[in-house]
């Protein structure tokens, strides 16, 4: 499968006049945005969220990771990998559209992804993302930097998670939202090649998806403070 689709993405890029002849050099680079460690009351969280990227400033190939490993149940909550390509639309935006492979510890789930990522104004970097399958949810996540120093950066950021179809196996109900909101304080220790930081990380799960979290015996909130590091290169 990953082969059919890198043809196809050379046959579209051959196509828009992206041939290696006449294109300009591709760029590749990868953004870990978090690899943290969260520390909570009743269970200890590793995460990761990163993008790796090649293509050009028309057309790029992505692959996007975002995972929380539960040290206490040596399991994940949340696997997921995307496939995305991304095409400018404006100066700002990007169309994306791509393939997402949802697999933790439980039933693997796996949708299409149709979306737009980019800098609204005041500079906030956004994604709002359709997960189009059986089980389809919306999600939209925001960031900001604040430069307190060249070096001292303040990110606050929030992401909201709205399902649009009961899901029983995960304890997941219909227009029942997941908001997660974080604060990391980062230093550039290295230009921004590699930043550490400390910070704290808010979840909360809402109507029908908190009756069902709560009737599993499972708390609908929890706060951690964590301490991580991106990197870019």
Not at 93 to 118: H, L, N
Not at 161 to 183: H, M, N, S
Not at 195 to 215: D, K, L
Request: with cysteine; net charge negative.
């Amino acid at each position: 499968m990953y082969k059919s689709f890198c043809a196809a993405l050379a046959i579209g890029m051959a196509s828009a006049g992206l041939t290696p002849a006449a294109a300009e050099p591709p760029i590749w680079g990868i953004q870990v945005e978090q690899l943290e460690y969260r520390i909570g009351d009743a269970t200890d969280v590793a995460a990761w969220d990163f993008d790796a990227l090649y293509g050009t400033d028309e057309l790029k190939l992505v692959w996007r990771s975002e995972a929380e490993y539960v040290i206490e149940e040596d399991g994940f909550e949340k696997l997921e990998n995307q496939i995305r390509l991304q095409k400018p639309i404006s100066d700002f935006f990007d169309a994306v559209v791509g393939f997402r492979a949802d697999t933790p510890k439980g039933p693997d789930r796996f949708s299409g992804v149709i979306g737009v990522k980019g800098l609204a104004p005041q500079w906030f970097e956004v994604d709002l993302d359709l997960f189009v399958s059986d089980k389809p949810f919306v999600r939209f996540e925001a960031e900001y930097e604040a430069l307190i120093t060249n070096r001292v950066i303040l990110i606050p950021s929030i992401e909201i998670e709205l399902p649009f179809t009961d899901d029983a196996a995960r304890d997941i109900g219909a227009f029942g939202p997941k908001l997660e909101l974080g604060a990391r304080l980062s230093y550039d220790l290295i230009d921004r090649a590699v930043s550490p930081y400390i910070g704290v990380h808010y979840e909360q799960v809402f109507g029908e998806t908190a009756n069902r979290v709560s009737a599993a015996g499972e708390d609908t909130g929890a706060v951690f403070f964590v301490i991580g590091t991106r990197i870019l290169f």
